[in-house]
Every structure is written in structure tokens, then in C-alpha cells.
């Protein structure tokens, strides 16, 4: 088990298995030094968590999604483990972008995305600081409360 799975135990996460990709993509690609990953949404053993379901996110269900959120990154750390064989490669997270299925009205996505990049600092201490873009949109796919998006600056064995 890497180093940084180790943490993620010790702060109450679990990894979870990649889960399974729902078109035509890869949950995560290489370019360079860069993975990105596919959007992510919060699945736990192939379910939403709430509010997953319900479609949209307002002031009465933000802290279930700043739950989901959390959720949702290791998701998308599962992804990059899976182009990096461990999450010890990683040097740096470069970008988190979030986007929330938002109740009409709801302007409160940054505090959404507070859950995913407190984790990520949780995780990975200054490693962690990333830039973030926190985006409120009418719908995600299987209506699905929100959706991340990673960028990692990884090491990978010289080839």
C-alpha cells in the first residue's frame, strides 16, 4: 500500500476500485507529465451518494454535497492511480474543476468544492494547493449532484 493511500486510511477514506466507465472514454490519460482524469461523480459501491439522485444542489443540500465532493475526488484519485500504478507518483495536483448540479438561485458551488480541495490538502499538504474552478450547471449525467475533474503533475520512471 502507497504512502499516500496510507493517509488517505488514516483520515477515515478508503480508495475505492476505478469504477467503471459509463461511455466511451478513459477515466484518466497521460500527456506528459500530466494526468487528467474524466469527470468523476460521487459513486460508492455503483451508487450515488446523496444528494446524488435528486438532481440538483441547494442551500438544504449542500453539506451532502460538500460530502459527495469528497466522495467524487477519490473517484478521481482512483483514476489516476490507474494511469500511475500508485498515487506516491503524484508531485503536485495542478487543477480541480467541479461542477454542480444547481438549483436555480444556489450560487454556493465554491463552498461545494471546499470539501474536495480540503481533502486534497488533507491528503497531500502543499502538494495539494491547486487551482479550482467551481461551476454551477442545470444537469450531469445520471443526474448526478456534481462532477470532478483533476489535473496531476506525476513522476513516471524515465522510459
Known amino acids: 500500500m502507497s504512502i499516500v493511500e496510507e493517509k488517505i486510511i488514516q483520515i477515515g477514506f478508503i480508495l475505492p476500485q476505478l469504477p467503471s466507465a459509463a ?27 446523496e444528494p446524488g439522485g435528486k438532481g440538483v444542489v441547494n442551500e438544504e443540500r449542500k453539506e451532502d454535497a460538500v460530502h459527495a465532493s469528497r466522495v467524487a475526488l477519490l473517484n478521481a484519485l482512483a483514476a489516476i ?16 474543476t467541479l461542477y454542480v448540479a444547481s438549483e436555480q438561485g444556489f450560487s454556493s458551488q465554491h463552498l461545494v468544492a471546499n470539501g ?21 450547471v442545470a444537469a450531469l449525467p445520471l443526474n448526478a449532484s456534481l462532477e470532478i475533474e483533476l489535473i496531476a503533475q506525476c513522476k513516471f520512471p524515465v522510459s
Open 81 to 96: 492511480k490507474s494511469v500511475t500504478g500508485t498515487l506516491d507518483s503524484i508531485e503536485r495536483i495542478v487543477k480541480l
Open 116 to 136: 474536495a480541495s480540503s481533502l486534497l490538502h488533507e491528503i497531500f499538504g502543499e502538494r495539494g494547493s491547486h487551482a479550482r474552478s467551481a461551476v454551477g
Open 23 to 49: 461511455g466511451l472514454y478513459s477515466p484518466a490519460v497521460r500527456s506528459g507529465n500530466l494526468v487528467y482524469t474524466s469527470g468523476q461523480l460521487p459513486l460508492f459501491d455503483g451508487k450515488l451518494v
